[in-house]
């Protein structure tokens, strides 16, 4: 019966709606600002194969970039000092097979426009979402791009004199993690962590593991790791059993892990709260908070999608508000068919369409900063107001298949 009602009211929406769809106007061009306002983001899409630049503000695409054949974009990376992205990527002579090749593609900041490729050893890794593929070192001059085939290194590419630098052995360790001008962190099967710094050509100088202080078999910390301060080592992961554990891979020699604390109380533990998402922490450096998607679910429900966001103070390490998640299946819809916010049709879409929660969060790091929130079926991208938990806007026809949220 919910069915069919659900149908019926469906139809009466794309009825009421389609007869007033106005004609899209084509043929428009736009450069980017020469510095990025703080609230731009980038919107991967794992079904187009791109990134997209919007603008939270205005609720505008800025331009895209390709993100070549793999299963997920990777993070754009942004050099400002250089007014330049970078974006790693694979390519295949024959779309899906054939010849393959790897690039570091350098873009124009402005204007998005590719102005140099930089070869690499076809073996970048890829995965479900693009995290940690890639990453820029703090001095703006070396990129490093994680390979898996299936054994693991890492290509270190030097963006100023547009070359590939060197390959680096990591067997056993996984994804980088920028931790300083010449330093990156990985991840390790054995449960540990281990930081390699480079040369001024882009050569391995040293190396250093931690201590285990997770047991990958038990309780894997996930790779969607968040940078507590800029220019800093320090990274603040989480377990799939809910449990926050900071890395700091600049810290001296080897890295050192912090003493895990849990994301969850005993209560909100046995009534099933866990982590979920494919990007489910995000971190404002200036106000020093923690936000985590959550959901109640059982065992390696890890990757479902949060149905509240948890706002943690990180000084304290307590949980200080929930924001509700607004219904983005909803929202997508009321786009698609033209509905006015607010109006009788819009409620009837809240009311009906279950809220499926989102998958992605992210913060923008200015002093008043926005949250934006995406599921990966609804393409569109609801902005918050961080501090205020007010739902301020809907980024539209983001893509079809959402991927990784990006603040250059």
Known sequence: MRLKFLSAALAVLAAA????????????????????????????????????LFDADSATMLGSLYGGEDLAPVAPLTNAARREVYLASTYYSRRTRGERTDLVTVYDSGTLAPTAEIGIPPRKASNGNGVAISALLDDGRFVVVWNQTPGSSVSV???????????????????????????????CLDGSAL?????????????????????????????????????????????????????????????IAKPAWSLFTKDEREKGWRIGGLQHLAYHAPSDRLYSLVHQGGADTHKEAGSELWVYDLSSRAKERTIEIPNLTALYL???????????????????????????????????????????????????????????????????????????
């Open 334 to 408: 009321r786009g698609i068919l033209g509905l006015p916010a607010g109006g009788a049709l819009d409620w009837l879409l809240q009311a009906v369409l279950p809220n499926r929660g989102a998958h992605g969060v992210l913060v923008t790091p200015d002093a008043a900063p926005l949250l934006l929130l995406a599921h990966r079926e609804a393409a569109v991208v609801a902005v918050i107001g961080a501090e205020s938990g007010e739902m301020l806007r809907v980024i539209p026809e983001t893509g079809i298949a959402m991927g990784l949220l990006v603040a250059p």
């Open 195 to 255: 930081v390699v710094t480079l040369d001024a050509t882009g050569a391995e100088t040293s190396r250093a593991a931690s201590k285990k202080f997770f047991d990958a078999a038990s309780d894997p910390i996930t790779e969607k790791g968040v940078r507590l301060a800029a220019g800093s080592g320090r990274w603040l992961f989480a377990s799939f059993g809910g449990m926050a554990q900071e890395v700091d891979f600049a810290a001296g020699g080897a890295p």
């Open 17 to 52: 709606a389609l007869a007033d769809i106005a004609p899209e106007e084509t043929g428009h061009s736009a450069s980017t600002p020469d510095a990025w306002s703080p609230h731009s983001v980038w919107v991967g899409d794992m079904l187009l194969r791109r990134t997209a």
């Open 157 to 187: 590419v030097d963006v100023v004199e547009r070359r590939f630098a060197s390959e680096i052995e990591t067997g056993g360790c996984a994804l980088v993690y920028p931790a300083g001008p010449r330093r990156f962190g990985m991840l």
